[in-house]
């Protein structure tokens, strides 16, 4: 399994207690999940994401501490690696960028071939690497195609969390696909899903954090399986339950 972390933020803020230095950290955790790691950051201007990945072990990786470190981001996805589908390397490093839109995944697809299926040969023709992730994104990227929303702005921000929030419920309709907990943003809102992982909610002063699991001593909320989030500017979190 991996481990993921979002926040999104009023402001650039830091969040290197939960990346390096709180006890459940994504460093910490790193030692069990030795396969890569990834950290996207958007600070809400013109100059977008920046976006760092290695294949090394988080805990040892002296690029991971720097980004740990960094000045502050508003918005952040953050992965690190326990590989189950596809081997070690920077192409099936999470997360993935494309346009506007990143994209973390933790848990499994057992069935390539429904996601395959479902995704546009355009955006399967993007997919650089082997694993699972990266192909449920295609299928989430082809959904917004089809809408006509995956360049997202100010104007179409509730209508594509609409539509990705269908996307995951066609995803639901499907018998025994897997897990598929994940974070997607396009620098604007974050959106969360929990289906067959664990997940948690953190309501700070100025900020909103989603993880895997409860990262700092602070007090998380456990999200309810088969919850959709959406977290915007505003920062109150959004849930909804999808019915399969």
Known sequence: ??????????????????????PRSLSTLSHA?????GVALHSGDAQGWRVYRSTERAHACAEFGKVARDDGARIVIAHVRQKTVGHTSIENTHPFV???????????????????RRASAARLAEVRGDTDSERLFAFFLTRLDEAGLSVSD???R???????AESTKELRSIADLGAYNYLMSDGNVLFAHRFGRTLHLLNRDCATLVA?????DEPWEVVEEGTFVRIGGGLAPTTSILAA
């Open 1 to 22: 399994m991996c481990r993921l972390l979002g926040m999104i933020a009023r402001r650039a803020v830091s969040i290197v207690d939960c990346l390096a230095t709180a």
């Open 33 to 37: 999940h030795p396969d890569g790691w």
């Open 98 to 116: 494309r346009g506007p839109w990143v994209f973390a995944h933790n848990g499994t697809i057992r069935d390539l071939g429904q996601l395959e």
């Open 154 to 156: 100010a104007s179409n």
């Open 158 to 164: 509730d209508e594509a969390g609409d539509v990705i």
């Open 212 to 216: 895997s699991e409860a990262l700092t």
